[in-house]
C-alpha cells in the first residue's frame, strides 16, 4: 500500500516525510510498539508502506490499556493492512510499577520492550521502532530510557518530527485519526505514590466509558484515594456546569460513579491538561536532543 499525499505539506515536512520513508525502507524487518495513538499509527503507516509483510505492528496489552483504546488499535491498524498482534503485559506483577514511583514508566516500557526485544530476535534480528517525537523530549518520559537501553528507535524523534508534525502528515496522508486526542494509559490518572491494582484501573476505565456514553470524547477521570476529579476541555466547561446545574445529568453522575465505588466526584474547573499530576514532580534538566541526533545531523 502507498499513502498518497492528499494535501499539501510544507517544505520542511515534505522533507520529513521522504526521510521517514527513507529511513523506514532501509530496515530489512521492523516491529512497531504500536499503542493506536497517532504517533506510533504513523510510524506503523510508513513501515508497512515500505515493508508490508515484513512489518509487525505489535499492542502491548493490561488493564492500563482502556478498553476502547484495544479496539481501535485494532481497528486501524486493519485499516493500514498491517500485521498485527498483541501482547500481554504484566507490569502490574512488578513493585517498580504497581507503587507508583516518578518513573513508573520506566518500568512498563521495560517490561513492553523486554518482550518485543525477544520477538524481534526470533523474527531475524529486527529493528524496534516507536512513536517517540520530539516533543517528547522535553517531557517526562521516564520510558524513553527503557527504550533506548533494549535498542529501540524512535525515527521521528531522530529526524525532528514534532507532535504538530505528525498530525500535519498524517492527515496529508489521509489517516482518518490525524485528529484523535491523545490518550496516555490509564495508570496516569494517580498521583505518583499512590499504589495502582487492575481493580482500580478497571474502575477508571468504566467511569471513562461512562462519561463518553454521555457523549464526551476528550476527558481524564484522575483517581485521588477514592475520589474521582473529571477533567474536560476547558471550552466545554460552560455548558456542562450548565448541564449540571440542571440536576438530572448531575444525579445519573453520582449514582454511576457511587456504584463503581468512588466516595466523592468533583469537576475540575482549570479543564482538562495532559500530563496534570506531573507538576507534582522537581523540575529536573530533560534531554531535548534525539537518541540519535548525531545521525539525523550527519
Known sequence: MLFTLLESLPPELERALEALRQRIAAWDQVVV?????????????LAVEALQERALAITGVSPALAPHLRQEARAQAAWLGVRHQELATAELADPSYS???????YACKR?????????????????????????DLGDHRP???AAREQGVRSPLAELGVDKAGVRQISRALGLPWWDKPAQPCLASRFPYGEPISAARLERVAAAEAWLRQQGFCDLRVRSQGETARI???????????????????????????SDLGFTAVG??????VSGKLNRALAQ???ATTSPHENERQA
Open 99 to 105: 507503587a507508583n514511583p516518578e518513573d513508573r514508566c
Open 284 to 286: 529536573q534538566p530533560l
Open 231 to 257: 477533567e474536560l476541555p476547558a471550552d466545554r466547561l460552560p455548558a456542562v456546569l450548565r448541564q449540571l446545574a440542571d440536576g438530572a445529568l448531575r444525579e445519573q453522575l453520582v449514582e454511576a460513579f
Open 143 to 145: 520510558g524513553i530510557r
Open 33 to 45: 510498539a504500536y499503542s493506536g495513538g497517532v504517533d506510533s499509527a504513523l510510524v506503523a503507516a
Open 111 to 135: 517490561e513492553l520492550h523486554r518482550l518485543l526485544a525477544a520477538i524481534a530476535a526470533a523474527a531475524g534480528a529486527a529493528v524496534v521502532l516507536d512513536g517517540v517525537n520530539r516533543d
Open 267 to 272: 469537576l475540575d474547573l482549570e479543564g482538562l
